[in-house]
C-alpha cells in the first residue's frame, strides 16, 4: 500500500520559510517522480513544484518560482518542498503527490496522494 506523508507545516510570518517534508512507502521511489500542490479555502487544488525521479528535472509554478525550491533523497525515500519569502497568498494545506507515469502539472498526472500539510504565513 503506497503511503505519502507530509510534515514540516506551520505558521510562519510573511517573509519567513519553511521546509516540507514528504516520506513515500509502498512504492518504487526511486523510479517514482513527485510533485506538490496546495488548496487554498475555497480554491482549486493547483501545481506547485514538480521533481523527476532522478531530481534532475524541476518544474515550478510562476507564482513561487525563485522563492521555492523542490528536491528528493532517494535513498530516505522523501522529497522536499523549501519555502523562502512567504506570503500571505501562500497559505494553504500542502500536498505531495507521486506517479510512475510522466510528471505533470494537473491532478490527473499523479496516482498517489498525501493527506496534506497545513502552511499558514501570517502579514
Known amino acids: 500500500q503506497v503511503q505519502l506523508v507530509e510534515s514540516g507545516g506551520g505558521l510562519v510570518q510573511a517573509g519567513g520559510s519553511l521546509r516540507l517534508s514528504c516520506a513515500a512507502s509502498?512504492?518504487?521511489?526511486?523510479?517514482?517522480?513527485m510533485g506538490w500542490f496546495r488548496q487554498a479555502p475555497g480554491k482549486e487544488r493547483e501545481f506547485v513544484a514538480t521533481i523527476n525521479w532522478s531530481g534532475g528535472v524541476t518544474d515550478y509554478a510562476d507564482s513561487v518560482k525563485g522563492r521555492f525550491t523542490v528536491s528528493r533523497n532517494n535513498i530516505k525515500n522523501t522529497v522536499y518542498l523549501q519555502m523562502n519569502s512567504l506570503k500571505p497568498e501562500d497559505t494553504a494545506v500542502y500536498y505531495c503527490?507521486?506517479?510512475?507515469?510522466?510528471?505533470?502539472?494537473?491532478?490527473?498526472?499523479?496516482?498517489?496522494w498525501g493527506q496534506g500539510t497545513q502552511v499558514t504565513v501570517s502579514s
Open positions: 509502498g512504492l518504487t521511489f526511486r523510479w517514482s517522480d
Open positions: 503527490a507521486a506517479t510512475d507515469r510522466q510528471v505533470g502539472r494537473t491532478r490527473l498526472d499523479y496516482d498517489y
